[in-house]
Structure formats: C-alpha cells, structure tokens
C-alpha cells in the first residue's frame, strides 16, 4: 500500500510540474531596467551592432537558438513572417553555441529564448520557449 501511495503522488507532482511547465512556454515577461534609460540605451545600441544586430524602428525580436532545437525553427518562421507583415520590426536569430558571453551576460536558461528590443536596443520584454502568433503579437504591443 505504501508503494501505490508513492506512486499517486509522484504522479501528481509531475502532472503539477508539467502543467506549470507547460504554461511558462511563450509566455512574454516585462524585463526590468538594468540601468539609467540613457546609459542602457548607449550600452545597448553599440553591444548590438557588435554582434551584426540591425535593430527595428519599432521593435526588434533577438532569438537566442540552437541548431538542435525544433521549437526555435517554428518560433523564427512566426517571428520572421510578423516582423515581414509589420513595418519597423526586425527579427535576428543568434546561435547560442557561438555566443556563450551573451548567453551568460543574458542569463539564458532555455532555448529558443526571444528578447523584444525597443528602438534603442533596450530589452524591455523577454520569452522563453515556442511561439505562437499570439504570443508574438502580444510581445510587439509591449514595444509600442
């Protein structure tokens, strides 16, 4: 009796595990200010455009992927074909294998992890896990 008692709740908590899991996927987070507005906009802008990063006149999605990772091909075809449908959005795909500092200085944990950039180059919203179209939309509102 005991083992079957085991067995319920090892059962419930990775069903529970699985449904928070499940529901952080996509989900856009506000990011918090890192420094000053004008300090983090000059820090941002010349950061970017060392990595070859065009930012958006509006927003910019920066995806942070790896080769081996099936939900980040299906998070750049949404992102690719919102920032094509709408005018000043860019999207860029980095492969987290070749930036290890970024990943790091970014505290990335997951794959594909989206960052939505002001026209500064700012990160003010952040998503961890596949996209779906409106989850993008929603993270292009935050940028205004």
Do not use: K, N, Y
């Not at 990943?103 to 990160?123: A, I, M, Q």
């Amino acid at each position: 009796m005991p083992q079957v008692v085991a067995l319920v709740v090892l059962l419930a908590v990775t069903a529970a595990v699985g449904v928070w899991w499940r529901a952080r996927q996509g989900r856009v987070r506000v990011a918090r200010p890192a420094a000053a507005p004008a300090e983090a906009a000059q820090t941002a802008q010349a950061q970017w455009a060392g990595l070859g990063v065009t930012l958006g006149e509006r927003a910019t999605f920066l995806q942070l992927s790896a080769e081996v990772c099936a939900p980040c091909r299906a998070t750049a075809r949404v992102l690719g074909s919102l920032a094509a449908a709408e005018d000043g959005v860019a999207h860029h795909e980095l492969d987290v294998d070749h930036h290890l500092d970024l990943v790091s200085r970014l505290h990335v944990l997951t794959t594909p992890t989206v960052l939505v950039l002001d026209p500064d180059g700012v990160e003010i919203a952040r998503a961890s896990g596949a996209m779906t179209p409106a989850q993008a939309r929603q993270a292009l509102a935050l940028a205004g």
